[in-house]
């Protein structure tokens, strides 16, 4: 756990120019049962996957799209969330090298890594994978492999409690504890642990993309502190987020916050840019409204 590990199944993509990715995960799309965290969010999301389709940009998902620990197969996900996987057939081309679509399973969607063939009959072609790495130096991954609860050996203890207990108690209120979501000081450990894979490796990469954790990082900063620093909270905690930002660690938060969505944008010119990029819902003129916020 100490040092960056081996993945399976490796995407590398060369970033050219006018190139634009928008990097999304932990979506956690379930059966539209009290259980299903998405189903709040599902207008917001395809919303967004609309911007980006008109747009011109890729569709990354970056693990834990659909949630396979508390559904025990996925065709129910596909039935309630029909206008999403619609969405995202507009993306995908059974080229790989022409699809817009790019899918990384993790933790709660791990069914995939073998059964990428049942995911194929939606997305013919479609190519599943654990990493993917841009121009050879930027590693994007779900994140999982940097939270001891969630691989490895416990990993399968965990996805029998969440599947036999916590789908049952969620609906009645009850969040899951093992989610690094729901354990601040669990969400820490998984984000130094990410940032010290990004920072001390001997593979060439310069910057790690994950999920998991449903915290958005920027520049290795979370939202919150994000926010806190632009109100200047005060001296002594802004000296504190300066001294720690990096660029080399980013999180996509979720598409699982109340009412809201994160992800994060990269563009491609002379050189990559990214903004972390919130959805939410927004009133103009008595109406009620999607808007997208640059938060950085």
């Known amino acids: 756990m100490n040092s960056l590990p081996e993945f399976d199944r490796v995407r590398h993509i060369a970033l050219t120019p006018g190139m634009k990715l928008i990097v999304m995960s932990d979506m956690h799309r379930g059966d539209g ?7 709040q969010n599902s207008l917001i999301y395809r919303c967004a996957l609309e911007y980006y389709l008109e747009n011109g940009f890729t569709y990354v ?33 059974p080229d790989p090298a022409k699809s ?69 108690l969620q609906r009645g209120g009850i969040k899951d504890p093992t989610r690094a979501a729901t354990n601040p000081g669990l969400c820490n450990e998984v984000d130094e642990r990410l940032h010290k894979w990004a920072t001390n490796n001997d593979r060439g990469i310069t910057a790690i993309i994950a999920g998991h954790t449903h915290r958005a990082v920027f520049e290795n900063l979370s939202l919150t502190e994000m926010r806190l620093q632009s109100l200047n909270f005060t001296a002594e905690n802004a000296v504190h987020f300066q001294e720690r930002r990096d660029s080399r660690y980013y999180n996509t938060g979720s598409c699982v916050h109340p009412m809201s969505i994160t992800g994060l944008e990269i563009s491609f010119d002379d050189q990559i840019q990214s903004n972390l990029i919130e959805w939410l819902c927004a009133t103009e003129a008595n109406m009620l409204t999607v808007k997208r916020l640059a938060l950085r």
């Open 33 to 39: 049962s009290g259980a299903d965290d998405f189903a």
């Open 61 to 93: 998902e970056l693990g834990d799209a659909e949630e396979l620990w508390e559904n025990e197969n996925f065709d129910q996900i596909y039935i309630t969330h029909t206008p999403v996987y619609e969405l995202l057939a507009k993306f995908h081309d």
């Open 100 to 168: 817009r679509y790019l899918k990384v399973w993790g933790n709660h969607d791990l069914y995939w890594k073998d059964h990428q063939d049942i995911y194929q009959y939606l997305f013919p072609g479609i190519q599943l994978h654990e990493a993917i790495v841009l121009n050879d130096s930027i590693l994007m991954i779900h994140g999982h492999q940097a939270d001891p609860m969630c691989s490895g050996p416990v990993a399968a203890v965990s996805q029998f409690f969440v599947n036999h207990i916590w789908a049952d």
